[in-house]
């Protein structure tokens, strides 16, 4: 004999919570996946117009007679393949995504502010590493990222000359030429090969501060390295090929894509001081891990304070 089971009464109130919960539910799910299509869109936006200023550097590297201009020192340059880069990226975006905002190196070397607010915000370098550019050297890169809410979303480091793609996208992971990349695991100093610069301002407040530095660390570290471009040094953490790297001076167009690059990877962007990145700072510490950021913030000598890139 079966034993007949009696539904429990559902009450209107009682449906009516269910059901609300439900809509709410998905209309989240699809408010992400908008933003996901959104984000999907950008970032197929910016690879063409990426690979595109790729090629115009290729074309334009080994042409000795570069067009070649100083900026606020005898090493701080830019050439016109810089600004034909910054503007195909600019034109390119901005005709796609109408409401987009930019901040671009030579254009606040033209005398555009830094403003960095909630609204889709791309962030280029055209030419990182201008100086190796200039001289043929094949470590210089276009870095671009961006950022929505002030948080990075797309993240890519190009260097054309070599054809290394670096890529991130926030909580997907980050690539090098579409394969998965990984920071080292490195967590003593003794054990570390880090990647440094002396950047393009040489007033003796910084260079006192970057030879205490080295000469503190050298002792104490496995080894230095400098390519002279910051965004492929951020690279070269993400992919594990080297465990650090910090500067004082950098710009914000230096380090955008590299911080979701290097996040994604795993590894760690902080202020040199040990406390949290401020992104217009000008001011980095990068690490493949934690403990190894925390005992390089302890031995920095971090009192230097460029002006900010907003001032």
């Known amino acids: 004999m079966f034993t007949s089971f009696v539904f429990p009464t559902v009450t209107r109130s009682a449906y009516c919570i269910c059901n609300l919960y439900l809509n709410r539910n998905k209309s989240n799910i ?8 959104n984000t999907d869109l950008y970032y197929d936006t910016v690879m063409k117009l990426v690979k595109e200023a790729g090629k115009m550097i290729n074309e334009k590297v080994h042409n000795r007679s570069k067009k070649v201009e100083q900026k606020s020192s005898d090493i701080d340059l830019v050439t016109e393949t810089d600004q034909a880069v910054e503007k195909l990226l600019i034109d390119g975006l901005s005709k796609a995504f109408k409401d987009h905002k930019f901040i671009g190196e030579e254009s606040v070397a033209s005398g555009t502010p830094v403003k960095l607010t909630d609204a889709p915000t791309w962030i280029i370098d055209p030419i990182d590493g201008t100086l190796n550019f200039v001289h043929a050297f094949p470590h210089s890169c276009i870095s671009i990222a961006l950022f929505i809410n002030q948080k990075p979303e797309i993240g890519i480091i190009f260097n054309p000359m070599l054809n290394q793609m670096f890529t991130a996208r926030r909580g997907k992971g980050a690539f090098y030429n579409g394969e998965r990349i990984n920071v080292s695991n490195t967590k003593a100093l003794s054990d570390a090969l880090i990647m440094f610069e002396c950047g393009t301002a040489r007033d003796a407040e910084k260079m006192k501060a970057v030879n205490e530095n080295y000469f503190k660390l050298l002792p104490q570290v496995h080894g230095f390295r400098a390519l002279g471009s910051a965004a492929l040094n951020f690279a070269m953490v993400a992919t ?7 500067e004082f001076g950098i710009h914000v167009w230096d380090m955008a894509a590299g911080i979701l690059i290097v996040r994604e990877a795993g590894g760690v962007v902080i202020d040199p001081s040990g406390g949290d990145l401020k992104i217009l700072s000008r001011r980095a510490l990068v690490a493949s891990t934690q403990e190894l950021a925390e005992k390089l913030a302890q031995q920095l000598v971090s009192t230097y304070y460029p002006t900010p890139d907003d001032s």
Not at 240 to 246: E, L, Q, R, S, T
């Open 30 to 37: 699809l408010i992400r996946k908008m933003g996901e299509t």
């Open 240 to 246: 594990g090929g080297a465990d650090a790297y910090f």
